[in-house]
T-cell receptor
Framework: NAGVMQNPRHLVRRRGQEARLRCSPV?????VYWYRQLPEEGLKFMVY????????ESGMPKERFSAEFPKEGPSILRIQQVVRGDSAAYFC?????????????????FGNGTRLTVT | EDKVVQSPLSLVVHEGDTVTLNCSYE??????LLWYKQEKKAPTFLFML????IEKKSGRLSSILDKKELFSILNITATQTGDSAIYLC???????????FGAGTRLTVKP
C-alpha cells in the first residue's frame, strides 16, 4: 500500500534552469493537488488536476509554471527558468474524490515533498 | 476570498502541559475543516470536522468546530516531546476544489 510518492526528495538548480518534480498518487486516486510551502508559511494551493485535465490552476503563477497529470505515469510540476524565489518545499497530495465533492469529503494523502533549492 | 487564520503562530510548552490551538476561517459555503500534523515530512491527517459542537477525540488530541463563530480548536493534553510539530488547519468550501490551509502553529514541547 504505497502512499503518495514524490521524487526527487531534494533538487538543486541554478537560476535559469528547469525543475521537474514528480508525483505518483496513491493507487486508484485520480485527483492530484500540488502545494508550495515556504518557511513559516502554510501550504499554498497551486493546482488541482484529474487524469489528463487541469481543473483549477488558480494558485499557480501564469508564467514559468506548468503541471500535467497524464493518463499513464506520474503528475509533473514543471518550473522553467527557476529563480531564487522558487526555493521552497513542494508537496503533492492525492485523493479518490475532489476535496469539495458533495457526496464525500476525503482527507488528502500527502507525499513527503520535494525541497527545491535554487542557487 | 477564502481565508484561514491560525493562532498562535508558535508556542513553546513543557511536557505535561495542555495546549489549545485556534483556527478561524472565512469560506464560501463551508463543507469541512481538517487538522493536520506536520513533522519533518508530509502532513498527516488528524481530524475532519463537519458539524458544530461535536468533539472528535483521538488519544490526547481532541477538536471541536463552531460553525456559528467560524472557528475550531485543537486541544492536546499532557503534551509530550513527540507532539512537537506544525499543526495545520484547512477548510474546504463549495467554490474551490481544494483545501485552503492556514499558516500553521509551530508547537515545541520541551522535556
Amino acid at each position: 500500500n504505497a502512499g503518495v510518492m514524490q521524487n526527487p526528495r531534494h533538487l538543486v538548480r541554478r537560476r535559469g534552469q528547469e525543475a521537474r518534480l514528480r508525483c505518483s498518487p496513491v493507487k486508484g486516486h485520480s485527483h492530484v493537488y500540488w502545494y508550495r510551502q515556504l518557511p513559516e508559511e502554510g501550504l499554498k494551493f497551486m493546482v488541482y488536476l484529474q487524469k489528463e485535465n487541469i481543473i483549477d490552476e488558480s494558485g499557480m503563477p501564469k508564467e514559468r509554471f506548468s503541471a500535467e497529470f497524464p493518463k499513464e505515469g506520474p503528475s509533473i510540476l514543471r518550473i522553467q527558468q527557476v529563480v531564487r524565489g522558487d526555493s521552497a518545499a513542494y508537496f503533492c497530495a492525492s485523493s479518490p474524490l475532489a476535496a469539495g465533492a458533495s457526496s464525500y469529503n476525503s482527507p488528502l494523502h500527502f507525499g513527503n515533498g520535494t525541497r527545491l533549492t535554487v542557487t | 476570498e477564502d481565508k484561514v487564520v491560525q493562532s498562535p503562530l508558535s508556542l513553546v510548552v513543557h511536557e505535561g502541559d495542555t495546549v489549545t490551538l485556534n483556527c478561524s476561517y472565512e469560506v464560501t459555503n463551508f463543507r469541512s475543516l481538517l487538522w493536520y500534523k506536520q513533522e519533518k515530512k508530509a502532513p498527516t491527517f488528524l481530524f475532519m470536522l463537519t458539524s458544530s459542537g461535536i468533539e472528535k477525540k483521538s488519544g490526547r488530541l481532541s477538536s471541536i468546530l463552531d460553525k456559528k463563530e467560524l472557528f475550531s480548536i485543537l486541544n492536546i493534553t499532557a503534551t509530550q516531546t513527540g507532539d512537537s510539530a506544525i499543526y495545520l488547519c484547512a477548510v474546504v468550501g463549495d467554490n474551490n476544489n481544494d483545501m485552503r490551509f492556514g499558516a500553521g502553529t509551530r508547537l515545541t514541547v520541551k522535556p
